[in-house]
């Protein structure tokens, strides 16, 4: 098989959502399958589906018309707030969409109407990560709004923390969410079905006991891919971390000096300049260091988030990664599996040059 490759565990991928449906469910909550990250991949949408996602959320129209093909059966949730030039995409397309501008509103009306559907609407609250929602004290203009417009099927009150800032889901801002759905269904007298308390970071507040009150619906991504939460990165329980792995080659190894020698700047994916130094042009009595060069760089994928065990990450270049390790027995051709955050998998999915095998 060629390298690098994400190798992708339909199984494990299918347990972690299964469990976490089951185990929200207790909590009275349904899930949104976020697969954003996997570029809407129909094979992780289906095996979500099966598993009993109650959703499929994507953050691209483009994802969204390549899923609504596969007729999965469960409705579409366009996460991210639509833009104005492509309303008429996403009202064909998405059966909800995420929204925080009136302007936005108006515009996914008159497409409907011309259309003949209703498209569903989540208003999104901004509860203190200052991404996307409107402020509480604007959110009944909103609702006037989006009940006025026909066109329009006002489905729920959402919001979205830990990805911006990473303020985490707390009993305040959730029971302000549940006071805010309250007071506008009464203010309206409406039922709305979705109270959307947010995403994987709300997992380690309601695993402390924190009580869901209307809550009743969170978009889950980063749990369902990597078994992992991602205020902490860590392991929730009862679910596969390794359900998808980046496998990349080795293109060289070889002992060489631990250290860099000559004069140091800035390169091309350094934080900042550096102020030159001058140093010896090589250092006596270096220690050496087996180290391990990896057709794989930062085209392909983050390397702060990739980790492997007994190596160490020693940098990376477009497209070269050095690793090295005493117990290393890496050889030319060779291949070395790694673990992967969120943003390293966000990028492997992107990258053209990193291919997909499912086992």
Not at 42 to 50: F, G, K, Y
Not at 263 to 274: R, V
Not at 300 to 320: K, Q
Not at 335 to 350: G, K, N, P
Request: hydrophobic share 45%; with cysteine.
């Amino acid at each position: 098989m060629s390298a690098p490759r994400l190798e992708i565990h339909l199984e494990h991928l299918q347990h972690n959502a299964r469990t976490m449906v089951n185990r929200l469910a207790n909590q009275g909550i349904k899930i949104t399958g976020v697969s954003k990250s996997t570029l809407g991949m129909p094979e992780i949408a289906r095996t979500w589906v099966a598993a009993g996602v109650h959703s499929i959320g994507e953050a691209r129209i483009e994802s969204i018309e390549i899923l609504n093909r596969c007729e999965l059966g469960v409705p579409l949730l366009l996460i991210r707030s639509p833009m104005l030039s492509q309303v008429e995409r996403v009202v064909a397309h998405a059966a909800i969409s995420c929204n925080s501008e009136l302007i936005v509103l108006k515009a996914l009306a008159a497409a409907a109407a011309c259309q003949g559907v209703r498209h569903g609407v989540m208003l999104m609250v901004e509860l203190g990560d200052l991404r996307e929602g409107v402020l509480a004290a604007d959110l009944e203009a909103m609702v006037v709004l989006t009940l006025a417009l026909p066109s329009l099927l006002l489905v729920g009150i959402g919001t979205n923390l830990g990805c911006q800032h990473g303020i985490a889901p707390d009993p305040t801002n959730m029971a302000e969410l549940s006071r805010l759905i309250n007071a506008m269904e009464a203010r309206f007298g409406i039922k709305l079905e979705w109270c959307s308390g947010g995403n994987s970071a709300n997992l380690p507040w309601l695993a402390s006991g924190g009580k869901p009150g209307r809550i009743n619906h969170l978009r889950l991504g980063e749990a369902l891919l990597l078994g992992r939460e991602p205020l902490t990165r860590k392991q929730i329980p009862g679910l596969y971390t390794d359900a998808i792995t980046l496998v990349a080659e080795v293109i060289e190894c070889k002992l060489k000096p631990s250290q860099p020698w000559g004069t140091p700047h800035s390169t091309s994916f350094s934080n900042g300049p550096i102020t030159p130094q001058i140093t010896p042009q090589i250092k006596p009595a270096q220690p050496m260091t087996r180290r391990a060069l990896l057709a794989l760089g930062e085209q392909d994928a983050d390397p702060a988030g990739l980790s492997a065990a007994e190596l160490t990450i020693e940098g990376a270049s477009s497209d070269h990664l050095v690793v090295s390790g005493a117990a290393m027995k890496l050889g030319v051709g060779d291949e070395q599996r790694f673990q992967i955050s969120y943003s390293a998998l966000l990028r492997a999915m992107t990258s053209p040059f990193v291919s997909r095998c499912f086992i």
